[in-house]
């Protein structure tokens, strides 16, 4: 069997184990040592952002059954792309298309924030009034299917290796649960790491409700984007422990924790300016009224 048809057959599976695995082994190293005390409790937390998880796949299924990896083989077999068109080592093409993957989910999470109306959808994954791993995958469905989308455009601009796309699948999913993680991680190791990685306390400081840190840190897995196009913050004014995180104006329970609010959240309220003017400390804030 060939390696693409074995992937194609397969990757709901691959996906779903590295799922499994990776958020058992974060639900475990939260539990043993937590960065942050949780406002929320734990069951009422996981319940809800599970089920969100839960209702997401169910959609992306039945919307999308080939999934992004469909996509690849459809435009390998069509010799779309870049990587199709030009010959080009696989090595070189894998490792390049992972990167580039990666930069379009950096800059598709800057345009969520910048645009009004895909900010009133990302809001769903701000709201959340703690950290944690379930937080990682806690996303509204129409921001996941759009998503999804913007993913299927780039894959057919840049033609990449199926595989790539498999990598780069499980790599984004990891690195969302790992640094949405509620871990306490050695500071010298966190360090070091964010050099590669994007760690739990680099992408905290954008789960902030100031919104000076909020529109800071975008990147998912890869760092360099932040500090290359000058969105990267250190670490948040307040300290890790004391910092609030979610959004100034959403409090309500029933709002940002249970299911329905999330389903809901995009479509109350007012936004009074464009989020991503939101750079100084202190500037008028997204509200509620
Ligand atoms: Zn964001
Ligand atoms: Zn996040």
């Not at 993957?101 to 994954?125: E, G, N, S, T």
């Not at 196009?229 to 940002?256: A, F, W």
């Not at 809901?264 to 750079?279: H, Q």
Request: proline share 4%.
């Amino acid at each position: 069997m060939d390696i693409n048809e074995f992937i194609m057959s397969n990757e709901a599976v691959i996906r779903l184990s590295f799922f499994l695995g990776i958020f058992a082994v974060m639900a475990i190293w939260e539990f043993i040592a937590p960065r942050r005390i949780l406002t929320v409790s734990k069951v009422m937390r996981w319940t809800n952002n599970l089920a969100l998880v839960l209702l997401n796949t169910f959609i992306l299924r039945l919307l999308f059954p080939a999934a992004a990896v469909g996509v690849a083989v459809f435009s390998s077999e069509q010799g779309w792309g870049l990587f199709n068109y030009y010959e080009v080592s696989p090595v070189i093409a894998i490792i390049a298309s992972v990167v580039i993957m990666d930069f379009v989910i950096y800059l598709q999470h800057v345009m969520v924030h910048a645009v009004p109306v895909l900010w009133r959808l990302h809001r769903v994954h701000h709201a959340d009034p703690d950290y944690d791993v379930t937080t990682g995958a806690r996303f509204h469905p129409i921001e996941i299917i759009l998503s999804m989308l913007i993913k299927f455009a780039t894959i057919i601009l840049l033609g990449p290796p199926v595989v790539a796309v498999v990598i780069f699948e499980v790599i984004l999913n990891a690195t969302a649960m790992f640094n949405h993680s509620n871990v306490r991680l050695n500071l010298v190791v966190d360090k070091w790491l964010r050099l590669l990685l994007v760690t739990p306390d680099m992408h905290r400081v954008h789960h902030s409700v100031e919104d000076d840190e909020t529109n800071s840190n975008f990147g998912f897995s890869l760092p360099w984007w932040d500090r290359l196009l000058g969105t990267y913050r250190d670490q948040p004014r307040g300290g890790h422990e004391n910092m609030i995180i979610g959004i100034h104006t959403y409090n309500d329970p029933k709002q940002v924790s249970w299911l329905h609010g999330m389903l809901c959240l995009p479509f109350i309220g007012r936004i009074n300016s464009y989020a991503i003017n939101r750079r100084s400390w202190g500037s008028e804030s997204d509200s509620n009224e």
